[in-house]
């Protein structure tokens, strides 16, 4: 029987799709509130938040944010739809993969905030180059993450996003931060007793499979399904 991953995504859909699937025998279905289908996500056997669109204030308890900063790059009802998705993934003990917006959204549902602006905040651009190149940039991992156990103490990985994690969720530790202290991975401090969970700011979709932090990242998730 093969492997089935969901996928929530909106923009990209199929360089997500590609990434997971590679020459496996793995079937894979977008999940979207445009298509309504939050209940097959119980069929499937991991989920991936994919990129996008910022993550609304107002699930973090600051909606003024969206005035203040300017932000017009959102949309509230794919933040409801992913919100309940996690609170599905958290009661069926489902594995997950968080990408660059999957990381942020599931850092606020789970107790977190973010950086609405990394620039206005005085952080550096992580913003992409032009529509068809993502910046690159060295990142510091932990000795105590799984990330360490395949990438050793530096990686090297792009960089797409103006938000990032502000105050990380209770219960998660980070994992890997950016030369200027972006905060670039996370994971739960307690793993043998959650689901499987691992949530990452940069794009492995969009890496060489070569580099530990792309085609390990994917293994190590296709390995817990």
Same mark, same amino acid.
């Given at each position: 029987?093969?492997?089935?991953? +969901?996928?929530?995504?909106?923009?990209?859909?199929? !360089?997500?799709?590609?990434?997971?699937?590679?020459?496996?025998?793995?079937?894979?279905?977008?999940? #979207?509130?445009?298509?309504?289908?939050?209940? /097959?996500?119980?069929?499937?056997?991991?989920?991936?938040?994919?990129? +996008?669109?910022?993550?609304? &204030?107002?699930?973090?308890?600051? &909606?003024? $944010?969206?005035?203040?900063?300017?932000?017009?790059?959102?949309?509230?009802?794919?933040?409801?739809?992913?919100?309940?998705?996690?609170? $599905?993934?958290?009661? =069926?003990?489902? &594995?997950?993969?968080?990408?660059?917006?999957?990381?942020?959204?599931?850092?606020?549902?789970?107790?977190? =905030?973010? %950086? &609405?602006?990394?620039?206005?905040?005085?952080?550096?651009?992580?913003?992409?180059?032009?529509?068809?190149?993502?910046?690159?940039?060295?990142?510091?991992?932990?000795?105590? #993450?799984?990330?360490?156990?395949?990438? +050793?103490?530096?990686?090297?990985? =792009?960089?797409?996003?103006?938000?990032? %994690?502000?105050?990380?969720?209770? +219960?998660?530790?980070? #994992?890997?931060?950016?030369?200027?202290?972006? %905060?670039?991975?996370?994971? !739960?401090? @307690?793993? /043998?007793?959650?689901?499987?969970? @691992?949530?990452? @700011?940069?794009?492995?979709? !969009?890496?060489?499979?070569? =580099?530990?932090?792309?085609?390990?990242?994917?293994? !190590?998730?296709?390995?817990?399904?």
């Amino acid at each position: 029987m093969k492997i089935k991953i +969901g996928i929530a995504s909106s923009r990209r859909h199929e !360089r997500y799709e590609s990434f997971i699937k590679g020459k496996d025998p793995i079937n894979t279905v977008r999940l #979207s509130y445009e298509l309504n289908n939050l209940e /097959e996500a119980l069929s499937c056997d991991g989920i991936i938040l994919a990129g +996008g669109e910022d993550v609304h &204030p107002i699930f973090y308890g600051d &909606p003024e $944010l969206i005035e203040s900063y300017g932000l017009t790059d959102v949309d509230e009802k794919r933040d409801e739809f992913e919100w309940d998705l996690l609170k $599905l993934i958290e009661e =069926n003990g489902m &594995p997950l993969f968080g990408i660059c917006r999957g990381l942020q959204l599931a850092n606020v549902y789970f107790g977190g =905030n973010l %950086i &609405p602006d990394l620039v206005r905040s005085g952080k550096k651009d992580h913003t992409r180059i032009s529509e068809t190149e993502d910046r690159q940039h060295t990142i510091k991992i932990s000795k105590n #993450s799984f990330l360490y156990e395949f990438a +050793g103490e530096t990686g090297k990985v =792009n960089s797409a996003h103006h938000q990032a %994690i502000n105050k990380i969720a209770p +219960g998660f530790r980070i #994992s890997a931060v950016s030369e200027d202290g972006v %905060i670039e991975a996370i994971e !739960r401090e @307690q793993e /043998e007793d959650h689901p499987f969970i @691992q949530l990452v @700011q940069w794009h492995p979709e !969009r890496m060489d499979l070569k =580099n530990p932090l792309s085609g390990n990242l994917r293994t !190590r998730f296709l390995d817990t399904l």
